[in-house]
């Protein structure tokens, strides 16, 4: 089974810059998750989707972040513009319905953020 | 005070010992309590989870939830040098999204 894939791996902007992060979750898993780990945290979660539909989205900030998951599949996350508090591992884990409601998710390798 | 509480570590010791992790948390209404393991550059990965209070078991490890406590612990027998990461712990409820709430993990290093 292929696992959570995530591209670019690694990413250097300049602060007030965009940026874009890619994730194609494993196949058949309606449940996708954006998580934000910054150096020495646990990951928090950005923003949930349950096919297309956002569930929780009530720690993105909105002012610079978006996701969309077009068609339920892929999903995408950008970020508009950069600050240097942005600088993070962002990474994707999706979940089938079943393993949602228990615990758990699928991790990607994630994308290193680096503002400077 | 955060929801969950974890020592970041890092944590050093020999192969062979057993390790014990812990987390406390602050919202009595988690319900399901889930240890992750994470490599240097790598997404964390899913090693055990425990629905409630109780001990399970899988191979050389072990979870263990108090809940009167608001306590949870992992314990690794036999460490290998290979179980050398950063152990994260997350919890959530049973109820809404399903939002999973994680510690800030602890280093762990196992000498050979």
């Known amino acids: 089974e292929a696992g959570v894939a995530q591209s670019p791996r690694y990413k250097i902007i300049e602060k007030r810059q965009s940026v874009a992060f890619w994730c194609n979750p494993i196949?058949?898993?309606?449940?996708l998750y954006w998580y934000q780990q910054i150096l020495g945290q646990g990951p928090k979660l950005l923003i949930q989707f349950q096919n297309n539909g956002v569930v929780d989205d009530s720690q993105l900030p909105k002012d610079r972040f978006s996701a969309e998951r077009l068609k339920g599949v892929d999903s995408t996350l950008k970020i508009q513009p950069a600050k240097l508090e942005d600088s993070a591992v962002y990474l994707c884990?999706?979940?089938?319905?079943?393993?949602?409601?228990?615990?758990?998710?699928?991790f990607g390798q994630g994308t290193r953020l680096t503002v400077v | 005070q955060k929801e969950v509480e974890q020592d970041p570590g890092p944590l050093s010791v020999p192969e062979g010992a057993i390790v014990s992790l812990n987390c406390t948390y602050s919202n009595s209404a988690f319900q399901y309590f889930m240890w992750y393991r994470q490599y240097s550059r790598k997404g964390p990965e899913l090693l055990m989870y425990?629905?409630?209070?109780g001990n399970k078991e899988d191979g050389r490890f072990t979870a263990q939830v108090d809940k009167s406590s608001k306590y949870i612990s992992l314990f690794i027998r036999d460490s290998q040098p290979s179980d050398s990461a950063t152990y994260l712990c997350?919890?959530?409820?049973?109820?809404?999204?399903?939002?999973?709430?994680f510690g800030a993990g602890t280093r762990l290093f196992v000498k050979a």
């Open positions: 884990a999706s979940n089938d319905k079943w393993r949602a409601a228990q615990a758990g998710a699928f």
């Open positions: 196949s058949g898993h309606a449940t």
């Open positions: 425990t629905y409630s209070s």
């Open positions: 997350a919890m959530r409820t049973n109820t809404g999204g399903f939002k999973t709430i």
